[in-house]
Nanobody
Framework: QVQLRESGGGLVQTGDSLRLSCTAS????????MGWFRQPLGREREFVAS????????DVEDSVRGRFFISRDNAKNTVILQMNRLKPEDTAVYYC???????????????????WGQGTQVTVSS
C-alpha cells in the first residue's frame, strides 16, 4: 500500500499550463505503475494518463494527447502530469493512483488502481 498526495491544481485561463505533482510515501514507489484520472463535476471518473514502473511506457487519453504529458522520478517518489494548452473541458478534480500491474496490451483498467490520492481541483476559465 502507498499513500499519495497531489498538488499543483488551481484556477487558470484557457491556453495556460499547469503542472500537477503526486508524491508517494509508505511503499516502494518503483513497484507501482501510476495513473492520473479526473472527475468533472457530476460525471464519472475518467482516465487521463498512465506510466509504467520504469517510466519507459506511457498511455495517454486521446482527448489530451499532445497537450498532457506524464513522467515520473522514482528517486523522488513523484509522478508529474504536465498540462498544456488547457481548455474549459479539462476542468475537473484530478487524482493520481497507483497500481501494482501495468498491462502490456491495452489500457490498465481502473480497478487495478488500489491506492488513490485525495485529488486536486483544476479549473479552466474561458
Amino acid at each position: 500500500q502507498v499513500q499519495l498526495r497531489e498538488s499543483g491544481g488551481g484556477l487558470v485561463q484557457t491556453g495556460d499550463s499547469l503542472r500537477l505533482s503526486c508524491t508517494a510515501s509508505g511503499g516502494t514507489f518503483s513497484d507501482y505503475a501510476m495513473g492520473w484520472f479526473r472527475q468533472p463535476l457530476g460525471r464519472e471518473r475518467e482516465f487521463v494518463a498512465s506510466i509504467s514502473w520504469s517510466g519507459r511506457v506511457t498511455d495517454v487519453e486521446d482527448s489530451v494527447r499532445g497537450r498532457f504529458f506524464i513522467s515520473r522520478d522514482n528517486a523522488k517518489n513523484t509522478v508529474i502530469l504536465q498540462m498544456n494548452r488547457l481548455k474549459p473541458e479539462d476542468t475537473a478534480v484530478y487524482y493520481c493512483a497507483a497500481s501494482p500491474k501495468y498491462y502490456s496490451s491495452g489500457r490498465t483498467p481502473i480497478y487495478e488502481y488500489g491506492d488513490w490520492g485525495q485529488g486536486t481541483q483544476v479549473t479552466v476559465s474561458s
